[in-house]
């Protein structure tokens, strides 16, 4: 038995030196995005039916200056909203650094979504209404993240 763990011992460090295990640059593996939804349902979301626009942020600071820590941004899009159901979607589309990806760092984050009702193209300028779900732990097993805590601006 002590024989098999040392192999295996020995087999993780070579395919951990080989590369075979993604990790970032600090050592954390490396873990899709998952879904990340808004479900809104304050007096703006259910009030304001146009078509808003939203954009999410995967941070490591807080929901009040996203883009500081912003370590993931989605595209800006359109978001649904109904009198009856309030504004709901999904993001879409992650980037950083200019540049698309679908992967991040596994850790804990707060994930951030502005509504802009005015529909500028500039959602964390206009931001009317904010969501928040902190102090998320992001893992490989980490399924749908649903954006339910918003506050009217």
């Not at 998952?34 to 304001?48: G, W």
């Not at 942020?57 to 820590?69: A, R």
């Not at 979607?89 to 951030?112: E, L, Q």
Request: glycine share 10%; charged share 5%; proline share 3%.
């Amino acid at each position: 038995m002590k024989r098999v763990l040392i192999l295996v011992l020995f087999a993780l460090q070579a395919c951990s030196e080989a590369g075979l295990f993604p990790t970032t640059t600090n050592g954390s593996a490396v873990i899709n995005i998952p879904r990340v939804t808004a479900n809104c349902q304050t007096s703006h979301c259910r009030t304001n039916v146009s078509s808003p626009l939203i954009n999410f942020v995967i941070t490591t600071s807080s929901c009040s200056d996203p883009l500081f820590g912003g370590v993931a941004s989605s595209s800006t899009r359109s978001i649904n909203c109904t009198g009856l159901a309030g504004c709901y979607g999904d993001a879409n589309g992650w980037v950083s650094n200019g540049g698309s990806i679908t992967t991040i760092a596994a850790g804990t984050y707060n994930i951030c979504a502005c509504i802009d009702y005015t529909a500028t193209g500039t959602p964390w300028v206009n931001c009317n209404t904010l969501g928040e779900l902190n102090n998320v732990t992001l893992s490989s097993a980490s399924g749908l993240q649903m954006i339910n805590s918003w506050t009217d601006q």
